[in-house]
């Protein structure tokens, strides 16, 4: 069946403007993640939804990130006003529950690049 | 992430011959360690993972190791193959968060 998918694929964007990127999880996973990963690094966490609920956002490196799944299905990941140290690959993953120790499954994720 | 470090940073190895790769982990509620597995411009996928009540799972040519006590766990990958070329990230959970090293890159000789 399809995977996670992400859009766009790559992004460029200019210092200060806003950036919204898209992730569709497998069909019914109830639980879905994003993370950051920087060039050279493992992936680190950033939120996490379960359904339309948010229930961490721990990981959001300031008040210019938001992340929203309005209807428990799609994500949208928006940064506002981009900086440079914002520049990195984002991936999604989704969980088929929100029973632990379940296997999230990645998908290819948006490389942002802000110049 | 901060709570698990992974060694070494790279591998070379001639193909055929075993790989090793080990992580070690500070957060002694962890309770689920997964191996991804990360192509170059592709998205990391699961190779295989262990849960804390078992000390070792094999599957094919992987297979992973666990000691909880020591906190440390490690991947092994035998008869390696040009194939098996990749970033390989361990990581951990003790909830629904995972936490990631910082990444092996391998590279198998042919």
């Known amino acids: 069946g399809a995977g996670v998918s992400q859009s766009p694929r790559y992004k460029v964007a200019k210092r200060g403007q806003d950036v919204a990127l898209r992730c569709d999880p497998i069909s019914g996973h109830v639980s879905l993640f994003w993370y950051q990963q920087a060039l050279g690094q493992g992936p680190e966490f950033l939120t996490y939804f379960q359904n339309e609920a948010q229930l961490d956002k721990s990981g959001l490196p300031s008040d210019r990130f938001f992340a929203e799944r309005p209807e428990g299905s799609v994500s949208t990941l928006k940064i506002q006003r981009t900086q440079q140290e914002d520049s990195a690959v984002y991936l999604c993953?989704?969980?088929?529950?929100?029973?632990?120790?379940?296997?999230?499954?990645f998908g290819p994720g948006t490389r942002l690049l802000v110049l | 992430g901060e709570n698990v470090e992974q060694h070494p940073s790279t591998l070379s190895v001639q193909e055929g011959d075993s790989a090793v790769i080990k992580c070690t982990y500070s957060?002694?509620?962890?309770?689920?360690f997964p191996w991804y597995k990360q192509e170059l411009g592709k998205r990391p996928q699961l190779i295989i993972d262990?849960?804390?009540?078992?000390g070792e799972k094999k599957d094919q040519r992987i297979a992973v190791t666990l000691n909880k006590t020591a906190k440390h766990f490690s991947l092994h990958i035998t008869e390696t193959q040009p194939e098996d070329s990749a970033v390989y990230f361990c990581a951990n959970s003790d909830d629904y968060k995972l936490s990631f090293g910082a990444g092996t890159t391998v590279t198998v000789r042919a």
């Open positions: 262990i849960r804390s009540n078992v």
């Open positions: 993953a989704s969980q088929s529950s929100s029973v632990l120790k379940e296997t999230q499954y």
């Open positions: 957060d002694s509620a962890s309770n689920y």
